[in-house]
């Protein structure tokens, strides 16, 4: 299983985003993570198109942009047109999830869907084969620097086990108190998508907290984390 680290953008500082990026980008991160909130799906404002579009002629990394907005249907074109590789949409704001999911790909790029905390896996079952993402949110959407949450273990696992039983070439993704002491026991469990925010931007060495993080992901899957 290949591991990806994703670093997540929310954590960065907003005043030196370019030299953020490429922090990471020396330290071997294989995609960003934009997380685009609305102030209405969760009580928190980030970023918008413009900014992304900004910053995407500045790094080759593939952009992933997590939209956690209300009726992202609406806004997916401008995502894309602003650079966006992957767009994650959450099940729970989507009316009609495969009309988005098909918007997408006619847009011609990667699709995601991302569960909250309480979400059961069984909202997605029935699209897993046409997603390029599912990102199991670990914790409650809308902030930075939260506490992991063990009681979506057991629903990362059941997604883990589906996307070997099924043979599904997806990225499963988690998001939400990812660190050095979580990731074992999430790859064991299956995903191989780590979204991390604080455990590298809050490190003065960016390049070493990524290092760190691929450290805790090898030993887990080989059992000693």
């Not at 897993?128 to 930075?144: A, C, I, R, S, W």
Request: proline fraction near 4%; aromatic fraction near 4%; hydrophobic fraction near 40%.
């Amino acid at each position: 299983m290949r591991i990806k680290i994703a670093p997540s953008l929310l954590s960065a500082d907003f005043g030196r985003l370019e030299e953020e990026i490429k922090e990471v980008e020396r330290g071997g991160a294989d995609l960003l993570h934009w997380d685009v909130m609305d102030g209405h799906f969760v009580p928190n404002l980030t970023v918008g198109p413009s900014v992304i579009r900004c910053l995407r002629e500045r790094t080759d990394l593939p952009f992933n942009v997590h939209l956690m907005i209300e009726t992202p249907e609406k806004y997916l074109r401008r995502f894309v047109e602003a650079g966006g590789d992957i767009i994650t949409v959450h099940v729970e704001a989507c009316g009609n999830l495969r009309g988005t999911l098909s918007s997408l790909r006619r847009m011609g790029v990667k699709v995601g869907v991302a569960l909250n905390p309480e979400t059961p896996l069984g909202e997605v079952e029935g699209v897993m084969e046409e997603l390029d993402l599912l990102l199991v949110m670990t914790v409650h959407p809308g902030f930075g620097s939260q506490r992991f949450l063990r009681s979506t273990l057991p629903k990362l696992r059941r997604a883990g086990r589906l996307v070997r039983e099924k043979g599904l070439t997806l990225d499963l993704g988690v998001d939400g108190g990812i660190s050095v002491e979580t990731v074992p026991e999430v790859v064991r469990a299956g995903a191989n998508l780590l979204v991390a925010g604080t455990a590298i931007y809050g490190e003065r060495d960016r390049v070493l907290a990524i290092r760190r993080l691929r450290e805790a992901a090898r030993a887990g899957l080989s059992g000693t984390g």
